[in-house]
């Protein structure tokens, strides 16, 4: 064979290895799109993703939508090539989502116990909306601490250092002057039953010099009739407003969204303080897809919103949960809402 055929033949060889590897070895990346919205005033799988029993609700209409962003993972090179040029996509470093040594299960575990506690900050914000009591509940015991073996997990906090507990910030604010050393009074609720104890406080594990406890307060709806949220294979914390928005749309008469079509997202706290999330772009793209009139934005990711909003699509700014329902009563009105 002559040179030029040589040439010829590594060259094909040189690209074949070349287009095989990049068919088949991973890159580090992970590919970001739109994900699937859910309407949480209607069904998934002939469930209601909220339902509420022991109590009486209203009718809804229209639709409420929570919204996702896809994740892909394991990309080949060209794969990830083909995601990004479709401009549908972007890629972002594998590391920001899945951490050296964690594995995929471990991801998902964790987005599913933030969805999990996002369901419970929505009901907790929802029921403190519309005035329903409250409680604080010791939700985890510190190993080592005062409080082990003396305040049960579960119990229902009452008085700490004699100041009543009507939030799980007074927790903190009731320990707020003391010292490691300092002795001080728990009341509690366990089972119906009121018990008061004496603990000598400990040293806290970070920089703070107030007095420890060893107990996590949380939050929780104090009202005789159950929430669910049923929902499978969406994790984060994002959901939070819109979950809350269903539960006060259920429980009071009218329509919160007029009967159309909102979308929106949020990771919300008991207070009704709506923090900001990742993705606002696919979301909002999601969203529009979806068919939804209006988008609720968390404030923090107003500028963000604002340059990259789909046509069409009015943007509503929210930093609580009482926003989002004077915004949307303004919006069915065809009155201002705030905007980003």
Known sequence: MTRRTWTLIVSFLVVAI????????????????????YDVLGKVKDT??????????????????????SLTNDLSLFGALGLWLSG???????????????????????????????QTSAEVAALNYLGYPGKVIANQVTKGSP????????????SVNGKQ????????????????????????EQDGTSKSTQLT????????????????????????????????????PSAGLIFALAIVDKLTPGELNGGKAIAGTGEIQGD??????????????????????AFLVPAANCTDAKQQ???????????????????LEAFNKGQPTPSC
């Not at 009731?174 to 010292?179: H, P, R, V, Y």
């Open 48 to 69: 209601d993703v909220v339902s509420i029993d022991g109590q009486n609700t209203f009718p809804t209409q229209g639709a409420l939508r929570m919204t996702t962003v």
């Open 201 to 236: 406080l400990g040293k806290r594990p970070d920089e703070r010099t107030s007095g420890f406890i060893g107990i996590s307060p949380v939050d929780r709806a104090d009202v005789p009739f159950k929430i669910k949220i049923s929902l499978s294979d969406v994790g984060g």
């Open 272 to 293: 009704g303080a709506v923090k900001p999330i990742g993705g606002i772009a696919f979301k909002m793209v999601a969203a529009k897809e979806a068919g939804a009139n």
């Open 18 to 37: 070349l287009g095989t590897a990049g068919g088949f070895a991973q890159v580090p990346y992970v590919a970001l799109g739109p994900g699937p919205t």
């Open 309 to 327: 909003a789909p046509e069409g699509l009015t943007l509503i700014k929210v930093d609580y949960l009482k926003d989002a329902v004077s915004s």
């Open 165 to 188: 507990v009507q939030s799980a910030a007074d927790v903190s604010g009731a320990l707020e002057n003391t010292k490691p050393g300092d002795r001080i009074e728990v009341a509690f």
């Open 88 to 118: 549908r996509y972007a890629l972002a470093p594998k590391e920001d989502f899945i951490k050296p040594g964690q594995t995929e299960e471990d991801v998902q575990r964790d987005n599913e116990q933030a969805f999990s506690e996002s």
């Open 147 to 158: 409080a082990e073996n003396v305040i049960p997990l579960g119990a229902r906090i009452i």
